[in-house]
DNA sequence: AAGGGGTGCAACCGCTGCGGG
DNA sequence: TCCCGCAGCGGTTGCACCCCT
């Protein structure tokens, strides 16, 4: 679909008297755009194409730049900022008009896996596109997504990471640094991301690919469980090696599965417009994560979340991945969703006073985190911290993992995984999750049986009750 | 045919960085 | 060093159009 707000010079007349003479017209005046050009009001809404045509004539005879003077110099009653937008938007020279072609459509989800919401930056990689309107691409494709309950990223995607123990320093990070990486946080409801500052596509390499993989069935049940928020963005899920592989039929699942020449390392993208020259391979070297039971991991907070989603196949109604890619099998999709990793930044703080670092924001962990402190006085809780480096054995044989989103922000929800019961089918249905008292439902904690994950139904419920006012 | 919701684009708004005075 | 204005960026909103009922 394709719109040009452009009115002809009879609109001129109609969106004269709506913005310059209406009585509402000093309502127009944005903060961004105070000033008044000559004396009169600046005009604001759709452009014309007198309009058009004077910031033409003005751009040639003057050049880019010195918006603000544009009014003074024509009769254009706009101020600077807006001068620009349309400009840069839609009147410069070269711009690619129309819809994104798939080469491009594929390099806007490569980029943004790897640099977030830096639209300016990835229009620079895409010539005749401009930001905004990449932007809303994204966030279309966003909406589109979420209503779909598919991942933000389809499979096959790379996602890739930033080095953090290279790139961040907390200690000695100066406020851009902190921006930057306040700005990944801010990548929407459900959008980890990294940076980088070269523009080369990079792997995800683990230092243990079983370990990594071993967190895709548990999170792709407590995601899908979790709704669609949740389904794109988790806290990574870190039970043992050996608590994971009573989750396959064998050690050698992904292995077995893996495209990758290198089982370490998940496979980089091979995209059209820049080929595969340029590789950077990085690692997920922890991952960060909280725990409904309010203890404190004992270990660091971990860096690199990971985003986990269910394996294509679980998703009927994915057929919106086959613009993305081809046919796999289940296995395959299974190793497709370790590509598309998803980190949450580090904690801006080394000295956290608990595990709910400045990147944890999600509101509910908060609220679960002080209700469970509440309940805690009532209660031991039966769940156990988890290892935070995927060495240490977590207990098991009946003991469940209280997991909470963390870095995924507003895909706050928790789940008790019951891990015993992960290699049984997996039966996809999300849980309509939003609110703690919704989580009281009990058609939610029937739900999670069903297909193997269960909650420890009488803390949480405790806790949840405390919060709640109980 | 009408209307209501969805979709997508254009434009606005607020904020930040930077450079000059 | 501080202040101010400009440019740019990213988030948000407004609205026209489409589609379904």
Known sequence: MSYTMVTDESDDAMYSSIYNESPSAADNIGSGCTSRGKGSVLKKGPWTSTEDGILIDYVKRHGEGNWNTVQKHTSLARCGKSCRLRWANHLRPNLKKGAFSKEEEQLIVEMHARMGNKWAQMAEHLPGRTDNEIKNYWNTRIKRRQRAGLPLYPPGTHVEDLHWSQEYHPSTSNVTDRRRHQDILQLGNSKANVLFDDLTFANVLFEDLNFATSLLPVASDISDMLGTGASSYMSPILPSHSNIRQAFQSPEHFQNAAPQKNPRSCSISDHPLYGNQHRTDVMIQDSHHTFTDGMVPTS????????????????????????????????????????????????????????????????????????????????????????????????????????????????????????????QVWEPKRADVIRPDVLLESSWQDQQSRFGIVRDSSSLNDALALLLGG
């Open 300 to 423: 660091k907070p971990l860096f690199g979340a990971v985003k986990l989603e269910l394996p294509s196949f679980q998703y009927s109604e994915a057929s919106g991945f086959d613009q993305w890619t081809t046919p796999s099998t289940p296995q395959s999709d299974l190793l497709d969703s370790v590509d598309t990793y998803i980190q949450s930044p580090p904690p801006l703080e080394i000295d956290e006073p608990d595990c709910f670092s400045s990147c944890d924001t999600g509101l509910l962990d908060m609220l679960l985190h002080e209700a469970k402190i509440k309940a805690s006085a009532k209660h031991s809780f039966s769940s156990t911290t988890c290892a935070t480096d995927g060495t240490q054995d977590v207990p098991r044989g009946g003991d469940t993992h209280n997991v909470t989103s963390g870095a995924g922000g507003n895909s706050s929800a928790f789940a008790v995984v019951k891990t015993e019961e992960l290699d």
